[in-house]
């Protein structure tokens, strides 16, 4: 007997221009979905990994989702990943949406005030200042100037 599949956010690249028609499509369908921006070849969508193939399959969405290779399957994002990263996109007006290079790696930090109190992140030097990096898997981080003294370490 199969497990009944969850909900989960899955990560695709679509071709420039194509959001709109794909947002509607996706809204039309009950399907929650992100499109970062001032990123919007990207998106993530919230559903079963079975129902976001078969709109693959059928034709009716023209996207390529990314592959988590240690898995050999599509790429899920955590929940808090994807609470996080949007929080800090729509709150944040100055939020650079950039793909994820060789970002130098920090010290893991969690916001403890402000519009961003929660999120959870990595802090990078970045031309002398201080930066929270807040990241979806290896697809994509958000980048905003932060105060030092408005984080802590994360626990985790």
């Not at 709109?20 to 499109?35: A, C, P, R, T, V």
């Not at 034709?59 to 599509?74: A, K, P, Q, V």
């Not at 990078?124 to 030092?148: F, N």
Request: net charge positive; hydrophobic share 40%.
């Amino acid at each position: 007997m199969n497990k009944p599949e969850k909900p989960a956010w899955f990560a695709a690249s679509m071709r420039n221009k194509q959001w709109k028609k794909i947002s509607l499509l996706l809204d039309d369908l009950g399907i929650g979905h992100y499109i970062p921006p001032s990123y919007n070849t990207l998106l993530f969508m919230r559903t079963v990994k079975s129902r976001a193939l078969s709109l693959v399959n059928a034709g009716r969405l023209n996207s390529r989702f990314f592959i988590d290779h240690s898995t050999r399957t599509l790429l899920e994002v955590p929940d808090k990943q994807m609470e996080d990263f949007i929080k800090v996109v729509e709150n944040v007006p100055d939020a650079e949406c950039t793909q994820e290079y060789n970002l130098a790696k920090g010290d893991k930090v969690v916001v403890t005030s402000g519009p961003l109190s929660g999120v959870e992140g990595e802090i990078v030097e970045v031309d002398g200042g201080t930066s929270l990096i807040v990241r979806v898997r290896s697809l994509l981080c958000a980048k905003v100037t932060i105060s030092r003294q408005i984080v802590r370490p994360s626990t985790k």
